[in-house]
């Protein structure tokens, strides 16, 4: 599997799950970053024991706290991170934070709607537009001259489930609250990759896959220790082609 390369990641979500999974297999690759950012809403909270638990023996590692629902606590925790960088930007976003509700047409309230678009739209949104100087910045300073993670890139991790043309193989959970907000994301990552391409930053989609987390439940196929080698090993190839794709953890084009 070939390296990332990347100098600087921020990972949102990072406190559990995926995004937890990819701050640990960040940090025990031989071209680790310099500067790992994992976000978490909650760092000082039990939930973020393990995080301080790798932040103690990574001073590659920090921990900050950003809340995607809040656009003051994303300004603030670009301002961290940007002290941090010393002049130097961002070459990887990660927009993994997401929450799911699996709620039948019949029952879905607006509480439901807003909040699942709240955090699996507006959040990705919000946290883009405030790192996006640094995401240039990085594009700018880079000697390469396609796209890649290396180089700048925003990744935004959707799902299978907010595919409009895989609903009927896959309505046995109906998600509805999900599955419009991640259409939504696809949506909202296609105009980045569009927007931000002759900035020299990448844009691109990444299914995880049905994963054994909080989120996904026990009776998934994959433990989150497959699914995020395969994703680090797609963002590891990923160049101008992938610019606005919709790809699955084992690089296989999804359909819209």
Not at 69 to 81: N, Q
Request: charged share 20%.
């Amino acid at each position: 599997m070939a390296g990332l390369g990347a100098r600087s990641v921020l990972v949102t979500g990072a406190n559990r799950g995926i995004g937890l999974e990819l701050v640990r297999q960040l940090l025990s690759k031989p071209d680790s970053p310099q500067w790992l950012f994992a976000c978490s809403r909650e760092p000082d909270g039990e939930r973020g024991q393990e995080l301080r638990n790798l932040v103690s023996k990574h001073p590659n590692l920090v921990i900050v706290k950003l809340d995607a629902t809040s656009p003051t606590s994303i300004k603030d925790a670009a301002v961290c991170v940007e002290n941090h960088l010393k002049g130097s930007g961002l070459n990887l976003l990660i927009n993994n934070a997401g929450v799911f509700k699996d709620v039948a047409l019949d029952a879905v309230d607006v509480e439901d709607m807003i909040s699942g678009y709240k955090i699996n739209v507006i959040g990705p949104l919000l946290v883009s537009q405030a790192f996006l100087p640094l995401l240039r910045r990085a594009a700018q300073g880079s000697s390469q001259k396609g796209l890649s993670c290396n180089r700048a890139a925003i990744i935004n991790i959707s799902s299978t489930l907010g595919s409009i043309e895989l609903v009927p193989p896959s309505y046995m959970n109906p998600a509805v609250p999900y599955r419009c907000s991640k259409a939504a994301l696809n949506m909202l990552t296609q105009c980045q990759s569009v927007e931000f391409k002759d900035f020299g930053i990448l844009c691109t989609i990444v299914h995880p896959g049905w994963v054994k987390t909080e989120m996904g439940g026990q009776e998934a196929d994959l433990t989150v220790d497959e699914s995020v080698r395969g994703i680090l090993d797609v963002l590891s190839k990923l160049s101008d082609e992938h610019n606005g794709a919709f790809i699955s953890w084992k690089g296989n084009k999804m359909p819209w």
